[in-house]
C-alpha cells in the first residue's frame, strides 16, 4: 500500500511540475509553425504585453501589435537603442509608436568604458498577461523568422512569467521613452 501511495505521489509530483503548456520551434525548418504560434498568443492577451526586442523588423508581428492596441490592451515594448537607430528606415519602434496604447521605448546596455562603448540590449522577451512568455534567439524580423538558424520557446509558466514581467518593470525604468 505504501508503494502505492509513494508512486502515486511520485507521479502527481512529476506530472504538476511539467502541467505548463511548452511550446519549442527551431527555425528556419518550423518558421511558419513559430510565427503563427507567436501571433496567436499575442492575440489571446487580455490586459497587457510586454516587449524587450533587439531588432523588431518584421510588419506582421507589429500590425498584429496595433490591432491588440487598438482593442485597448496595452503593449509596451523596449527596443535596442542602437539597432532601432541603425536601421532607422525599418525599426518597426517608429510605426508603432504614434498608436494609443503603445508605449515604445529605447534602452542601451551598460556601458563599458575602456572600450567606451554601451553595449547591446539583446533579449528577444515577450510576456502575455504575467502568464505566457515567449523567448528565444529570433528577433522579430523576417531573416530571423526565416533564414536564420534560430530558436522560439513558448512556455505558459505565471511564476516564471511574473518573474521576467518584474525585471522588465525594472528595466522599462531605465528605458528613455520615444
Not at 65 to 88: H, P, W
Request: hydrophobic share 40%.
Amino acid at each position: 500500500m505504501k508503494r502505492k501511495i509513494a508512486i502515486f505521489l511520485l507521479f502527481f509530483l512529476f506530472s504538476a511540475l511539467f502541467s505548463y503548456e511548452q511550446k519549442f520551434f527551431i527555425l528556419p525548418s518550423e518558421s511558419k509553425q513559430a510565427l503563427n504560434s507567436v501571433l496567436k498568443e499575442l492575440k489571446l492577451a487580455k490586459k497587457e504585453i510586454k516587449i524587450s526586442i533587439y531588432n523588431f523588423t518584421h510588419k506582421k508581428i507589429a500590425k498584429t501589435l496595433k490591432n491588440i492596441a487598438k482593442k485597448g490592451i496595452k503593449v509596451k515594448i523596449i527596443f535596442d537603442y542602437e539597432s532601432s537607430k541603425k536601421r532607422k528606415t525599418k525599426s518597426m519602434l517608429y510605426y508603432l509608436a504614434k498608436y494609443k496604447n503603445i508605449e515604445c521605448y529605447q534602452i542601451r546596455g551598460k556601458y563599458v568604458k575602456k572600450k567606451d562603448y554601451f553595449a547591446k540590449m539583446h533579449q528577444k522577451i515577450v510576456v502575455i498577461d504575467n502568464k505566457v512568455l515567449i523567448f528565444g534567439s529570433a528577433n522579430w524580423s523576417y531573416s530571423g523568422f526565416g533564414k536564420n538558424y534560430e530558436v522560439v520557446f513558448i512556455l505558459k509558466d505565471p511564476k516564471i512569467a511574473r518573474k521576467y514581467s518584474i525585471f522588465f518593470d525594472n528595466l522599462i525604468k531605465k528605458a528613455t521613452k520615444y
